[in-house]
């Protein structure tokens, strides 16, 4: 069966320090990875997805960015955190390769436990 | 881009009351999720329901894609339900990789 691993789970950063979240998924082959952020517990916002290694799409412009080294790992980074960087960071994943020209998708998001991050 | 709203924002009932959760959606879906967000965080999958109904023990959902919209019913609440619940859908229009659009859900609280 799929599994989904993020860690960590809760991080406290100073304001300018770097950040690494990191996102694996185990027992499928090129997912669809999502990575979304959820402020004050309502509400998720779509960050960044990828349909393949290398290939990131940002939905919102940001102090983040994203990266997939490899077929099953999603990664979010910083180079400098701003306090508004703070929230629930939530990885995920769907079964890839299954859109057609006409948009059909039929397959579910699973999500990560998700990472608290606190920037002081 | 589609639109979710759901309602109501917040629910409080006794152990033992039934609920029902709406979300209306702006657009044609290909994909609707309801999820429970427990109270560490994590969300868990209720239902995948672009359409029809579906039942699983006390929960049920009934997705009207015609009409769009999507109901969650909770029968027999447990103070285990409490948490938020969310809707979430994928727009039909275009090539949406799955990208869910989330509602700003439902905050449930039972009471024993």
């Known amino acids: 069966s799929q599994t989904i691993h993020q860690w960590p789970a809760t991080l406290v950063q100073p304001v300018g320090s770097p950040l690494s979240l990191e996102c694996t998924v185990e027992?499928?082959?090129?997912?669809?990875l999502y990575w979304y952020r959820q402020a004050a517990g309502r509400g998720l916002q779509l960050l960044f997805y990828?349909?393949?290694?290398?290939?990131i799409s940002s939905e919102v412009p940001q102090n983040l960015s994203a990266s997939r080294p490899q077929d099953r790992q999603f990664i979010l980074s910083s180079k400098k955190l701003l306090l508004s960087d703070s929230g629930f960071y939530l990885c995920a994943w769907s079964v890839g390769g299954l859109v057609s020209q006409g948009g059909s998708y039929n397959s579910p998001l699973h999500f990560g436990n998700g990472t608290r991050l606190t920037v002081t | 881009g589609i639109q979710v709203e759901q309602s109501p924002p917040d629910l409080i009932l006794q152990e033992g009351a039934n609920s029902t959760l709406r979300c209306n959606f702006s657009d044609s879906v290909n994909n609707l999720q309801w999820f429970h967000q427990n109270p560490w965080g994590q969300l868990i999958n209720l239902f995948y329901?672009?359409?029809g109904t579906k039942q699983n023990g006390r929960l049920s959902a009934t997705t009207v894609a015609t009409e769009r919209y999507s109901l969650l019913y909770i029968s027999s609440s447990q103070t285990t339900d409490s948490g938020v619940y969310f809707c979430a859908v994928v727009g039909a229009g275009g090539t949406s990789y799955g990208k869910l659009t989330f509602g700003q859900g439902t905050i449930l609280t039972v009471h024993p």
């Open positions: 329901i672009p359409s």
């Open positions: 027992g499928t082959s090129n997912p669809n």
């Open positions: 990828s349909v393949g290694i290398g290939q």
